[in-house]
């Protein structure tokens, strides 16, 4: 199977999701009648001769003629999941005891920590949760949605930097001082 780039992804996603319930799912019919040129299961009508189903369902209901059964989704292979950038104190906690930190600011810091950690670990869950989901749909509308919420999910990880904000974190926590000396020390580790 061949496996798609995240950016090809998004252009799927953004070229189908406007006109069809194929985001990274091609299949199934779609009411008010099929596509030309498609055969049932959405396969593209090839040779000549190829039946191709749309208009009113066979039931009139408008379904493409096909029954619910034959409405599975056939979805895109995904991307591999997005890798969490992993939180890195090493060059502060090589150099904080040299900054004459209070027990407020160790406490405060040692806080942000965990948040950063904690922000890290449910953009992972959320990510994951997208794809399994996206695995386990058989809907075609649903699928739809499902795909947007990985490609979602997959760019809050891949934006997400807990170095840059444990960074600007400290430059809160830490008077102006401080934080020079820090960004001083941290350079020479």
Known sequence: MKMLTMGALLLMVGAWCSSDAFALCGGGGRSGGGRVGVRSGGQPAGKRGSVVTGGLGARGTGGGGHSTSDQTAQKFPLPAAVEIASLDTRKFDAVASDLNLSAEQVERIDALKRTIRAEAEKLAKEQSSARSSYERTACPVACQTIARDVVE????????????KFVAGLKNILDATQFGAFRELASRV
């Open 153 to 164: 999910a997959a760019g809050a990880c891949r934006s997400f930097d807990p170095n840059q």
